[in-house]
């Protein structure tokens, strides 16, 4: 559970966020045994640089609080989409919160729409998705890869999110989203390899009254070819974007100031005895890292206006 | 969901080509104006929004820039609107543009003639091919360049609207495009940031302070938290009567508009601390721009009650309502300020720092908060604040970089302009206070 609404104690089989350090989060379930690889039931025991947790022990704690660990400690807090992208474990490259948002913003995504998303992917998307309609809407995300589409919907019953959500293993591309889901979207989401492909699907897909579409990808050409299908087939609005966030790191620096006035007095004798120290300056200040993420993807965003003919 | 109809008294979004306005249909011979163009909006009741529109010019005044138009709107198909280069046939194109030479005799029409022109024509296709047929150098640019001049034209004389139903998207667009202070410099990234790091949505009790976005940051994060859910919304506000423009726009079932409940900041804060319901006392108000003298009268309207922009023009309509509104609304925002919120989100034109230290033990542990502000310097001091406080962790300082692309066979590039300024966004998430006691 623990993904489906706030909570303020940990519950048994939560997921929970073990928060070390703004560089170090790890996903813990809060279960207390678990089985280790010979299948036998052992102890929950999670080991962090600062020494190990007994997960039994996080057990109806509150979110929020700190936990002990053998060598120092940590905070315990309640998973969320964003907290959960940066600790879900990696079964594609994934999108962050700040193309993620976009995606929501422009699709317009609110309880009660019905969405189409492929690829599943690790499924980062997936969660911003669900929260975003949940609990009257429905997400309905295909992955043509067997063992992600199981992943996935294992991950969405954990989380307590499967009765929002129908994961499919199919290929969209050359199958399309089914027949049943013919005129039911609100809006669709593809982050494909050849979204051009899986464009006419989308347009099938979306209600007869008209809807979002949105394609993310990494390459221009992708881009082009994606809104060249768009375009054939009566989409409006098409735009395309980039966002990029960026950190800024703050800091307090205290700067020295340096006298050069004396120089230009010659020197004198007592000049060692009155010396003066030296000035410093304190500034609270912001910069951005070293290296900065500087593309991530192309988002192309359309409309389906309302009452076109689709066959 | 069925497209709905126009309705009096809803807030529309007209667009013609790129162009969009939103706009208030209030009665049955409101007008609306399009540059010069002033449209007659009686044709649209009734009718499901999505609908285009043709303007018919009715009569046209001579105006001290060109002529007035006044329009009646007549209901059209999607079919008459048809790329006008298959309108007009256009086969020839040139190689380059070596021949041409701007010495403005490229067109023959004069100025006075395509104003005529324009009074005869209903169609700017016509007028458009009237303006190809008599341009001297029309064929001998190159494709791309022809097909600029048209674009250029069209949206000149282009005679479509159509209507659309406000959302979230379409107003965050318009009230940034018009004035971007209209809604605190909040950009279109940024909005959508506020929404996902402060987790709103349908379940859940949300703690939002702002001072003057036109009602788009309430209405983003009402539309979040969505019809027929449990989840409720209270926003502080420091002036008489919140900015509701866009909440109104939006057009909400009124259980879900009732889930927003509109608070003033000093009263709410009083009445939690002391138990008394008090109305705010003139000179309290650290809204920035309305100097109104408060009283009883221009306390927070309701949800369904459209609310001026200008508090002023409300005053007099006020006193006939039941003083207890308000005291109500506080008393349910008191309820919900004890039992503790979920997230906290500001965009504050006064100093955070004070109001966040106001706010902040109203929310539960391990939730997200998230405050805006245009100004870096502002944010770095709070982070400074609340990083020594120990009370949140996880803090980051954001910004963004936001690029629009024309993406077109053989002619994809960044858009020229783009927007400079993101704002800042310091989130962060709340610890348990109750280490602090053990330690």
Known sequence: MSFLKPQTHIEKGDIVILYLSVNSMHAIEAVPTILNKKGETIPHIFQTPYGSLKVESIIGVKYGSRVELSKGWAHVLQPNPELWTQTL?????????????????????RPGAVVVESGTGSGSLSHFFLRALKPTGHLHTFDFHDLRATQARDEFRKHGLESFVTVYHRDVCNLGFTSELDGRADAVFLDLPAPDLAVPHAFKALKLSGGRFCSFSPCIEQSQRCINALSKLGFN?????????QENVVKTRTVPVIDLEFLKQPKSSSSEATKTPKELKKYLTSSNPQVLPGHTGFLTFATLPPNIAKT | MATPNIQLGDYIIIQRQKYTKLQKFGNIDATAQLGKEQLELNALLDQPYGSTFKMCVKESKAGKRGAQRQHTLKLCSETELRDIRAVLGISSSGEDNRDICDNGEAQALKSEDIEQLREECNESSKIIEKLVENSKTFHTRTEYSQEKYLKKKEKKYFEFVQIRLPSIRLMADIFYRQDAEKVMGIRVDTLSQIISYSGVCGFGNYLLYESGTNGLLPAAMLNSIGAATEATLVHMHPGNVPQKQ????????????????????????????????????????????DAVPESLATEPNSPTEPTSKKPKLDESECTNRSPLRWQLENKRACALMHAKFDCLVMAAKEHPSSILQALLPLLNSSRPIVIFSTCKELLLETYMELKTSGKVTNLHLTSNWMRMYQILPNRTHPEVNMSGNSGYLLTGYTLSSAEKTQE
């Open chain 1, 89 to 109: 474990p990696h079964r594609t490259q994934i999108i962050y919160t700040p193309d993620i948002s976009m995606i929501l913003h422009q699709l317009e995504v």
């Open chain 1, 237 to 245: 609005e098409i735009c395309s974007m980039e966002v990029l966030q």
């Open chain 2, 246 to 289: 866009a909440l109104l726009a939006l057009k909400l079932p009124l259980e879900q508009q009732q889930r927003c409940i509109s608070v003033n900041l000093y009263s709410v804060l009083r009445e939690f601390y002391q138990g008394e319901a008090l109305p705010p006392i003139a000179g309290e108000s650290s809204s920035l721009e």
